[in-house]
């Protein structure tokens, strides 16, 4: 699976990006996915998870009932809608598939990762 991420950006505080992970590869619809971020100097850090089939999903603490998680498998292609963007949400952006459900959490267990897209928010 090839992993491709875009949608960030710069935007104020407040402010609303969607970021998408368009795979390449017939194996798309049956990998567990996630979205994890890196700021300067921190260890990557997780966001959110989706399972194969879209129907479990799985935040961290400080962007749920902000970021949504989506993914469409008729075009391969993983969402992640950030509304009420905070400063401390600047980072690169990478997306990831290839985990077992239960390490969705940790990077390490993710065996392809996009990219990364940068995402800047000024107060």
């Known amino acids: 699976v090839q992993l491709q991420a875009s949608g960030g950006g710069s935007v104020q505080a407040g402010g609303s990006l969607r970021l998408s992970c368009a795979a390449s590869?017939?194996?798309?619809?049956?990998?567990?996915m996630g979205w994890f971020r890196q700021a300067p100097g921190k260890e990557r850090e997780f966001v959110a998870a989706?399972?194969?089939?879209?129907?479990?999903?799985y935040y961290t603490d400080s962007v749920k009932d902000r970021f949504i998680i989506s993914r469409d498998n008729a075009k391969n292609t993983m969402y992640l809608q950030m509304n009420s963007l905070k400063s401390e949400d600047t980072a690169v952006y990478y997306c990831?598939?290839?985990?077992?459900?239960?390490?969705?959490?940790?990077?390490?267990?993710?065996?392809?990762w996009g990219q990364g897209t940068k995402v800047t928010v000024s107060s």
């Open positions: 990831g598939a290839g985990s077992d459900w239960v390490k969705a959490a940790n990077y390490r267990e993710y065996a392809y």
């Open positions: 590869g017939r194996t798309f619809s049956s990998n567990n």
């Open positions: 989706i399972n194969w089939s879209g129907g479990v999903i």
